[in-house]
């Protein structure tokens, strides 16, 4: 049981570039997540989504968009990469709990590193 | 806006000691406050939580105290190990149609010495 898969691991790019972070998971969860994660700072929430088909905002959504391709699957997409975007990127997901909070599986990260 | 400051950023104990991670938060409308584990290379991990319904929860080695009035919660790890040194992050979150995004501490690294 794999629970989070993200891809990359590591990844280097230059000002200006775009890539995409793939996130996976198994657990049949409804509810997923991308943050980011900086030192000093915490883990910040970039964008969720509550439910296949439906995307959100979260508290640092700025130069990133999502797409939620199926149940399984929640892409974070860097149209423009900027240095400040350097960070460790976590993806998360949840089960839907009926109005109550269910635990939060998270993947081990991709290592971002804008030049 | 930090809605959820945590404190100490690091914390040194030695290997049987008690490790104490404190917490405080801004919004009443809070109703879940998880503590997550993180390794070094590995994502944060559940550790334990608590509602503000009661005002101590144990499991094991690890202790959540719970001080709503102070709007306060702090971790409490008894008999630390070595293995216990990771980073340890708060969280917050409201029910209802907000469940499930987590505001989070700064964190807090931890570690125990042999």
């Known amino acids: 049981n794999a629970g989070v898969t993200q891809t990359p691991k590591f990844q280097v790019l230059k000002t200006g570039q775009s890539m995409t972070l793939q996130c996976a998971q198994d657990?049949?969860?409804?509810?997923m997540y991308w943050y980011r994660q900086d030192p000093g700072m915490g883990l910040r929430l970039i964008y969720y989504?509550?439910?296949?088909?439906?995307?959100d905002k979260g508290e640092v959504p700025n130069g990133y968009n999502v797409s939620r391709l199926n149940k399984r699957e929640f892409s974070l997409r860097l149209e423009s990469a900027a240095p400040s975007q350097t960070s460790v990127y976590f993806c998360?997901?949840?089960?839907?709990?009926?109005?109550?909070?269910?635990?939060?599986?998270f993947g081990d990260g991709t290592r971002l590193s804008i030049l | 806006q930090q809605q959820v400051k945590q404190s100490p950023q690091s914390l040194i104990v030695q290997k049987g000691g008690i490790s104490i991670i404190n917490c405080a938060y801004e919004?009443?409308?809070?109703?879940?406050f998880p503590w997550y584990q993180q390794f070094p290379g590995k994502g944060p991990a559940l550790l334990i939580a608590?509602?503000?319904?009661?005002s101590e929860k144990k499991e094991g080695r690890f202790t959540i105290s719970f001080n709503k009035s102070a709007k306060q919660f702090s971790l409490h790890i008894m008999d630390s190990q070595p293995g216990d040194s990771a980073t340890y992050f708060c969280a917050a979150n409201t029910g209802g149609t907000s469940y499930g995004k987590l505001t989070f501490g700064q964190g807090t690294i931890l570690t125990v010495h042999p």
């Open positions: 657990m049949n969860h409804n509810s």
């Open positions: 989504s509550a439910s296949e088909g439906t995307t």
């Open positions: 919004n009443t409308a809070f109703d879940y």
């Open positions: 608590i509602r503000p319904d009661v």
């Open positions: 998360a997901s949840s089960r839907v709990g009926e109005g109550s909070n269910q635990p939060q599986h």
